[in-house]
């Protein structure tokens, strides 16, 4: 399986970090931002850097967009994962016509109401994956994985 990892650097990073037990055994790229944090902790990994920032920049979100495209062509992956933020809206919103199911999992921090990337994402999300339980009821269908964390 190929899975390309888009998300946010900072906690969204370390989130999906945190699923290494998952994504380490298959192929897979990320889509994050252009920052040390980020470039450090991935520096083994096939990164792809992303405009920041993302929905509140209209500018960078149709970048965003162009970018989501090339790299969909160009990778071609099976899934297409996010722990937030923004970034994930360009890739979701595409990756159907590019054969990718999608994969949201909804910050850990998201505790007693939805975040904007969730509400965002949740219409173009194949699954979509929350941290606890009473946040279902801002997502049906959505399944509580329990904390990543």
């Known amino acids: 399986m190929k899975i390309l990892i888009a998300c946010s650097s900072g906690g969204h990073l370390t989130q999906a970090l945190a699923l290494r037990e998952w994504w380490g055994r298959h192929d ?9 944090d980020a470039r450090s902790r991935l520096a ?3 990164v792809y850097e992303i405009h920041y920032p993302t929905v509140r920049n209209i500018p960078n979100l149709v970048r965003n967009f162009g970018l989501a495209r090339r790299v969909l062509a160009i990778e071609r992956p099976d899934v297409v994962f996010s722990t937030g933020a923004a970034i994930a809206l360009p890739f979701f919103a595409l990756a159907r016509w590019y054969g990718a199911r999608t994969v949201y999992l909804e910050p850990v921090d998201r505790v007693t109401s939805p975040g904007l990337s969730g509400r965002l994402a949740y219409p173009f999300s194949d699954e979509f994956l929350v941290q606890w339980e009473q946040m279902r009821a801002f997502y049906p269908g959505s399944r509580n994985v329990g904390v990543v964390l």
């Open 28 to 36: 897979r790229c990320w889509a994050t931002f252009p920052v040390e």
């Open 44 to 46: 083994d990994e096939r």
